[in-house]
């Protein structure tokens, strides 16, 4: 599954904290790097900023709950 979105801040913690929760292979996709959803160096060292355009990908046994939490989390600006 994939869903594209932008973001408005890079609130790496959070979408790690959600991100470990799942067995899923989590991704996002910025500037055409993958970068690996569970790792905060890696999603701190990709340089996403306010108004980069993201495509989340989930997959594995869990990825719609794993999406849908993710999803809801960027809708709702990491609780900011």
């Known amino acids: 599954r994939q869903r594209q979105m932008c973001i ?3 609130p790496a ?3 790690v904290k959600i991100a470990s929760k799942y067995q899923s292979t989590i991704s ?3 500037n055409g790097k993958t970068i690996n959803a569970k790792s905060i160096l890696n999603i701190m060292a990709a340089g996403i900023k306010s ?3 993201i495509e989340i990908q989930c997959d594995g046994a869990d990825e719609e709950s ?3 939490e993710l ?3 960027f ?3 990491f609780g900011e």
Request: negative net charge; aromatic residues 0%.
């Open 8 to 10: 408005r801040d890079r």
């Open 13 to 15: 913690s959070e979408i």
């Open 28 to 30: 996002l996709i910025a």
């Open 51 to 53: 108004s980069t355009e």
């Open 66 to 68: 794993a999406m849908k």
């Open 71 to 73: 999803l809801q989390a």
């Open 75 to 77: 809708e709702n600006n």
